[in-house]
Nanobody
Framework: QVQLVESGGGLVQAGGSRRLSCAASGRTFSTYHVGWFRQTPGKDRKFVAAIDLSGGITIYADSVRGRFTISRDNTKNTVDLQMNSLKPEDTAVYYC?????????????????WGQGTQVTVSS
């Protein structure tokens, strides 16, 4: 399995931007689709964005479409999540995850490898 490590979390004011990065170890990173999910206390982990093997296909949750952009660099084994126009409701722990499958509506159960998460807090 691929190992994933997220970074870039922190405190940001509403309306601001933050860029999260997911670094992967292993030579087979380019064989995985990658997704970002987020979770708040007491709630289920929810899909945010996903990108296919080559970066040619991206999928977004309705709540972030137009504000967040997912991208990947297979030469660096990284997947980034650029978050703009942040809102307090974006506050969560953000996780990246890897999968061999990518459905039009990605689900937590599709992803077998997960990072440890990074906290993003958006203040109003």
């Amino acid at each position: 399995q691929v190992q994933l490590v997220e970074s870039g979390g922190g405190l940001v004011q509403a309306g601001g931007s933050r860029r999260l990065s997911c670094a992967a170890s292993g030579r087979t990173f380019s064989t995985y689709h990658v997704g970002w999910f987020r979770q708040t206390p007491g709630k289920d982990r929810k899909f945010v964005a996903a990108i296919d093997l080559s970066g040619g296909i991206t999928i977004y949750a309705d709540s972030v479409r137009g504000r967040f952009t997912i991208s990947r660099d297979n030469t660096k084994n990284t997947v980034d999540l650029q978050m703009n126009s942040l809102k307090p409701e974006d506050t969560a722990v953000y996780y990246c995850a890897a999968s061999y499958v990518l459905r039009s509506a990605p689900d937590v159960g599709d992803f077998g490898s997960w990072g440890q998460g990074t906290q993003v807090t958006v203040s109003s």
